[in-house]
């Protein structure tokens, strides 16, 4: 099921960015690591609970504005519902 | 051929052999560290930084206990800021509502709390202690903070009944992840194999209530199964490979490709009180042995599955084969599967009032 637009998405417990100055930016999780790059990066940034689903697809058209926004839209939806899938990520 | 060196990705930090429980599967080495010869604070501290610039991502705390340092929460502070995102693998027993809060606050990831069964009077007889009711106190403590949680059921011929049961014991708890991991046979397991081995009608039972389960809880809790290999058709990838992803310290500073690779005669061990882990980790011999191809038989050495399972698990092969590069004889194109074959077919035509009896189990002592 596609995240609800006006809801929150937040990292798990358990789940965040490595730090700034390490690199490659990594999204560390229990037993796994997610290595983010590009648009991934931006919204696993934008998952901090304050900004909407919207927001974060609002952003990222703005970021990425060459690209068809639809389907910056439907690739963050996608990549949304797979972080919750994998529990990496809850909406509130 | 040669392999380029990949960076480890993950450090097995064995802090202490020290242990309130006594477990008949232990995956620690029938010889065990003392208290005396465990790493200094100062040393652990300067293998993570070591460890962070070699590029590992994660270190799991184990042991033994390892809430027995009583350092613990500067060791957890000391791997944070070096950058790594720091796991405690506990059997929750030294653990109250002050430790848990004081760890958090320490910058602790991920708690894995292990289980020996779903009722107190199995998980009792397995860990030779009272055990149980403490791990679910320490469940409800572990609701009140923003912390992951992994509940760490080891599976075995006597509590593989229980999965609904544990399976109900996990849904009421905050974990994300629950392992169901089956005995692996080294060490303490290895001496206990006749009691712990499951049954094949048992093992075909679990797979299918946890397939439904893995189903049913989709996008709250992640199911992560391990058969006994001893039942599978290929071996596993056995840490990921020899020398390719993990490495582990021992309580007294030597650096392991696996748990159990000290039971492999012949191997020399370098130690982080002498060595850095960059060093040790490109140039041990220990390390080297087993590394990519070249050290492989047939039918692993064309095998096209070679790169997926490694030739699987180099301490098993010593165990059953009595030779650490033979294929690991778990491989249905293992020389020796007809062993394994034959331990799996006397237990499972045995009386089942046999094979149920309460055992006389090998307990693993707790070191000074």
């Not at chain 2, 005396?36 to 799991?60: H, I, M, P």
């Not at chain 2, 499972?348 to 009896?357: D, G, K, L, M």
């Amino acid at each position: 099921m596609p995240p609800d637009l006006t809801s929150f998405p937040r990292l798990a417990p358990g789940c965040r960015l490595n730090d700034k100055s390490q690199q490659p930016r990594t999204l560390l999780m229990p037993e796994r690591a997610l290595r983010l790059n590009g648009p991934s990066l931006e919204i696993v940034e934008r998952c901090d609970g304050k900004h909407t689903v919207q927001q974060i697809i609002t952003d990222l058209q703005k970021i990425y504005s060459k690209a068809v926004p639809q389907k910056v839209e439907s690739d963050i939806l996608g990549y949304l519902a797979l972080l919750h899938e994998q529990r990496a990520l809850d909406f509130t | 051929m040669t392999t380029e060196l990949s960076n480890p990705l993950a450090l097995i930090a064995e802090l202490t052999h020290r242990c309130p429980l006594h477990c008949v599967y232990c995956s620690n080495p029938l010889e065990m560290q003392s208290r005396a010869n465990e790493l200094s604070t100062e040393t652990w501290s300067r293998v993570f930084k070591e460890a962070a610039q070699a590029g590992v991502l994660q270190a799991d705390f184990t042991g033994g206990e390892p809430l027995a340092r009583t350092d613990i929460l500067e060791l957890v502070r000391a791997a944070r800021a070096a950058g790594l995102y720091v796991n405690l693998i506990t059997s929750g027993l030294p653990m109250d509502e002050a430790k848990l809060a004081a760890l958090v606050e320490a910058g602790l990831d991920h708690v894995q709390l292990s289980f020996q069964g779903a009722r107190e009077e199995i998980a009792n007889e397995i860990s030779g202690a009272r055990s149980h009711e403490q791990k679910l106190r320490v469940l409800e403590w572990l609701k009140q903070h923003r912390i992951a949680v992994t509940l760490n059921f080891v599976i075995h011929r006597r509590n593989i009944d229980q999965l609904e049961e544990m399976l109900a014991i996990a849904e009421s708890s905050n974990a994300t992840r629950v392992e169901f991991a089956n005995v692996q046979y080294y060490g303490w397991a290895f001496a206990n194999r006749e009691n712990l081995l499951p049954t094949r009608e048992q093992l075909n039972h679990s797979v299918e209530i946890l397939k439904r389960a893995q189903e049913r809880l989709k996008g709250k809790i992640r199911i992560q199964f391990v058969v006994p290999d001893y039942y599978a058709k290929y071996p596993k990838p056995c840490m990921g490979g020899w020398g390719r992803k993990l490495l582990l310290i021992t309580p007294s500073g030597d650096a392991l490709p696996c748990h159990a690779a000290q039971v492999i005669p012949g191997l020399a061990f370098e130690n982080v009180r002498d060595k850095s882990l960059r060093e040790i980790w490109e140039h041990s011999p220990a390390f080297q042995k087993f590394r990519g191809e070249a050290w492989m038989q047939e039918p692993c050495k064309t095998c096209d599955r070679r790169d997926q399972d490694f030739g699987g698990c180099r301490c098993q092969a010593l165990l059953l084969a009595g030779d650490a590069a033979a294929t690991d004889p778990v491989c249905s194109l293992a020389p020796l599967r007809p062993k394994v074959d034959a331990i799996l077919a006397g237990m499972n035509s045995a009386p089942r009032a046999e094979i149920f009896v309460k055992p006389n189990w090998l307990y693993r002592p707790n070191p000074s």
